[in-house]
Structure formats: structure tokens, C-alpha cells
């Protein structure tokens, strides 16, 4: 029963390198989006997927690419990290209104 | 801007008092959730409501959608440190719930 799954749990990256958030979710769930966490926030919705083939933007999208090449994997692709993207990063699977969260990847960008 | 406001964003209560957390928008929902989240974890999801007026117990938690499906409220009743967390709202719109998220409040319950 692993339900949502993302790695890494903690990353730091400087400025400019680029790096993959991995999402895995076991539960055959065709909606699968990505959230980031910012203090005084909330979650803001960066990427979202209704779907293998199909991806949307959010409200915060600019400086993040995504792809959903099957239902189990959605990644988040970050290709010129800013310190601005320091952020607790959340990938969420959802079917209908129950959806259900990772544990999230907290990354640093110096 | 965010589309849903919460407030108070930061309380703190004595064991066994009650308390009422808002949740308001100028937007209409399709369904409005709320979510709890302990340090270090994903939002766990507390209850959905869909229909305006609809009011659902979960033990001591009470949770409310407004009749024009714009706002929403929760009760905890006789609060226990237990319930101690971040508790989030969020309202989902569109065919595939886009759900769009409160700012949070901060609840602490001291013992």
C-alpha cells in the first residue's frame, strides 16, 4: 500500500543545475498534479495531468516542466533552479474529490 | 491572490475549548475539502463536501459548506492536543477538481 511516493525526501541544488522530482503512485489514479508549499501559502498548483499524453498548467508553472508518459509516473522537471524554487515540492494522485498527497521533497536552491 | 482565504491563519487554544477555522471565496466550488498536515507530511484529507448547505460530523470535527458553495467552516469541539496541526482548505472547480488551496491555520493545542 505505498499510495503516493516521491523522491527525494530533501535536496540542495545551486543555482542553474537542473534535477527531476520523481512521483510514483500505485493506485491507477488518472489525475496526478504537483503543489508547491510556500510559509503563509498554502499548497499553489505548479503542473497538473488528467491523464497518460496530458499535461496542464497551474497557477505557478513558469521555471518547471512536466511529462506523463504513463499513469503510475508524473516527474517535475526543474532545468535552471532558482533560489526563488526553494520550496517544499508535494505530488498528489487523485480519483474524483479524494486525492491523496506524498510525503514531499523539500528542496534548497543556494 | 489567493481564491480562498483562511483565518484566522495562526490559533491558540487550551485543552478542551472549541474553535471555528472560515474558509471564504468570491468563487464558486464544485466541492470544498479540508485537509490536516503535521510536520514533515503530505495534507491527509479530513472530508469533502459538495452540495451548498451540506454539514458533516467527524467525532469532535464539524465541517460546514455554505449554501452558495462559496465558503466553508470547521468546528472542533472541546479541542485536544491531538488535533494540534495545519489545517488547510481547499475548493475544487472543473471537470477533473482543480483544487485550489487556503493558506492555512495554524493550530495549536496546549495541554
Known amino acids: 500500500n505505498a499510495g503516493v511516493t516521491q523522491t527525494p525526501k530533501f535536496q540542495v541544488l545551486k543555482t542553474g543545475q537542473s534535477m527531476t522530482l520523481q512521483c510514483a503512485q500505485d493506485?491507477?489514479?488518472?489525475?496526478m498534479s504537483w503543489y508547491r508549499q510556500d510559509p503563509g501559502m498554502g499548497l499553489r498548483l505548479i503542473h497538473y495531468?488528467?491523464?497518460?499524453?496530458?499535461?496542464d498548467q497551474g497557477e505557478v508553472p513558469n521555471g518547471y516542466n512536466v511529462s506523463r508518459s504513463t499513469t503510475e509516473d508524473f516527474p517535475l522537471r526543474l532545468l535552471s533552479a532558482a533560489p526563488s524554487q526553494t520550496s517544499v515540492y508535494f505530488c498528489?494522485?487523485?480519483?474524483?474529490?479524494?486525492?491523496?498527497f506524498g510525503q514531499g521533497t523539500r528542496l534548497t536552491v543556494v | 491572490t489567493q481564491l480562498l482565504e483562511q483565518s484566522p491563519q495562526f490559533l491558540s487554544i487550551q485543552e478542551g475549548e472549541n474553535l471555528t477555522v472560515y474558509c471564504n471565496s468570491s468563487?464558486?466550488?464544485?466541492?470544498l475539502q479540508w485537509y490536516r498536515q503535521e510536520p514533515g507530511e503530505g495534507p491527509v484529507l479530513l472530508v469533502t463536501v459538495v452540495t451548498g448547505g451540506e454539514v458533516k460530523k467527524l467525532k469532535r470535527l464539524t465541517f460546514q459548506f455554505g449554501d452558495a458553495r462559496k465558503d466553508s467552516s470547521l468546528h472542533i469541539t472541546a479541542a485536544q492536543p491531538g488535533d494540534t496541526g495545519l489545517y488547510l482548505c481547499a475548493g475544487g472547480r472543473g471537470n477533473f477538481n482543480k483544487f485550489y488551496f487556503g493558506s492555512g491555520t495554524k493550530l495549536n493545542v496546549k495541554p
Open positions: 495531468s488528467v491523464g497518460a499524453g496530458i499535461t
Open positions: 468563487s464558486v466550488f464544485s466541492s
Open positions: 493506485m491507477n489514479h488518472e489525475y
Open positions: 498528489a494522485s487523485s480519483y474524483g474529490t479524494q486525492a491523496f
